[in-house]
T-cell receptor
Framework: GNSVTQMEGPVTLSEEAFLTINCTYT??????LFWYVQYPGEGLQLLLK?????DKGSNKGFEATYRKETTSFHLEKGSVQVSDSAVYFC???????????FGTGTSLTVIP | EAGVAQSPRYKIIEKRQSVAFWCNPI?????LYWYQQILGQGPKLLIQ????????DSQLPKDRFSAERLKGVDSTLKIQPAKLEDSAVYLC???????????FGPGTRLTVT
């Protein structure tokens, strides 16, 4: 079946620290992978995506590389800011299956 | 460009009552999704529409949940009768046909007492 497993939180970091949030997946077929972010009081927003193996998605200083050999899509940022405090969701879709699968979310708090 | 609109934002009902949620997707988006997000979990897809047809409703509890998308634009999700375990945030999302990116509304937080 298809599923996403992501690192449990909450995660608390100091400003300018390095961030890694782990995400691994299982999928039948060839999935596309996503990171969504949910800021307090707002809806989910697409942060970045990668549609095939070895692709790197990037946005707002965040990066994630689609690793087929390790079935992973870890989210990284070199220097976090207070404004990055949010819940981050890893997700996958196998378009032929017309389904989207989300991880459980990782809450990040960045303190000044 | 206006985003996905949902109403109401919050709803509190007693168990066995009924409730309805409304969603207006982004103009031109053929695909509409309803998700249930229970506290501490990721969103779970309930139903997916392509225009006014159902693409996937395999995880919709059809004994109590129903959804429609008349005219292929806005959509309603109904729960009748509600149970305590239905307490969750109900998210609506839309996307262009056959694309990956989904745009989410702010959600409706339902509390069943």
């Amino acid at each position: 079946g298809n599923s996403v497993t992501q690192m449990e939180g909450p995660v608390t970091l100091s400003e300018e620290a390095f961030l890694t949030i782990n995400c691994t997946y299982t999928a039948t077929g060839y999935p596309s992978l996503f990171w969504y972010v949910q800021y307090p009081g707002e809806g989910l927003q697409l942060l970045l995506k990668a549609t095939k193996a070895d692709d790197k998605g990037s946005n707002k200083g965040f990066e994630a590389t689609y690793r087929k050999e390790t079935t992973s899509f870890h989210l990284e940022k070199g220097s976090v800011q207070v404004s990055d405090s949010a819940v981050y969701f890893c997700a996958l879709t196998v378009l032929t299956a017309n389904q989207f699968y989300f991880g459980t979310g990782t809450s990040l708090t960045v303190i000044p | 460009e206006a985003g996905v609109a949902q109403s109401p934002r919050y709803k509190i009902i007693e168990k066995r009552q009924s409730v309805a949620f409304w969603c207006n997707p982004i103009s031109g988006h053929a695909t509409l999704y309803w998700y249930q997000q229970i506290l501490g979990q990721g969103p779970k897809l309930l139903i997916q529409f392509q225009n006014n047809g159902v693409v996937d409703d395999s995880q919709l509890p059809k004994d109590r949940f129903s959804a429609e998308r008349l005219k292929g634009v806005d959509s309603t999700l109904k729960i009748q009768p509600a149970k305590l375990e239905d307490s969750a945030v109900y998210l609506c999302a839309s996307s262009l046909k056959d694309t990956y990116e989904q745009y989410f509304g702010p959600g409706t937080r339902l509390t069943v007492t």
